[in-house]
């Protein structure tokens, strides 16, 4: 299966398999929880041209974007001018619609990675990957999808211990301003700039409809699911209270304008 992203070429990879990227691309070794399947967003101008990518590809399941190739189960999710309206995509001629909210904010700040093979793939930054977890844990985590949860603590320890994440939080010129905010707590600190990075990477508007879905209720609930995970064992988000005020910090800077005193 080719995957290969050229620049300008309209495909990124989402899901597991760029969180094993980013994962590794900033240093981490540590193994995370395994799938076996492959997520690929691809932008396409409409129905009929995403008609005629899938058109010799084996269906498998039920949500109409997922198939069998090359022995992998791939989900090829439509975005870019397809949407109708921004955020849903109508793939098929019956009206059935995927929700791929921020999906083209994302890829526009998306990263190339090379794989062992030579190949570049397009990955979201870790910021644009937590965008996307939060959006499906507001529209799957009460179903038990606790995955996403399980992700956005990924990004939250990326975020704490990856300098190329969090050295803006040392320069007064952008983002020192967290360190009080935070009362001078780093972790803390670095959650709120993922909060920041969010927003910056999405935009605006995106941030505050999402800071609007991510409600008390749904970050409570998100903080608590189980995690019993390899990697997270040895976190700092690994009990509930550490990770309600992770993800309320996120929150907070994700649906905050940002304040006079920052600049990018």
Known sequence: MDITAKPGEPIMLVGASARDLIHRGLGFHSELASTTDIDIAIAVPDRFAYQSVITNLEPEGDTRIRFRIDKWSVDLIPFGGIENPSGTAVPHPDGHTVDVFAFQEVFDGAELYRLPEGIEVRVP???????????????????????????????????????????????YEKDADLFELANFDQDLASTYLLGRHIRATIGDDLAAQLGTLWNPDSRKLMASSERNDRFLASAKARDYSTRLQYFDAIHATLSAVQSQGHND
């Not at 937590?130 to 949860?149: C, E, F, S, Y």
Request: proline share 2%; hydrophobic share 40%; aromatic share 14%.
């Open 125 to 171: 930054t870790a910021a644009g990957y937590a965008a996307l977890k939060i959006k499906a844990w507001v529209d799957k985590g009460a179903l038990g999808w606790t995955k996403h949860a399980r992700d956005l603590s990924y990004v939250c320890m990326w975020y704490q211990n990856s300098p190329g994440l969090n050295d803006s939080l040392y320069d």
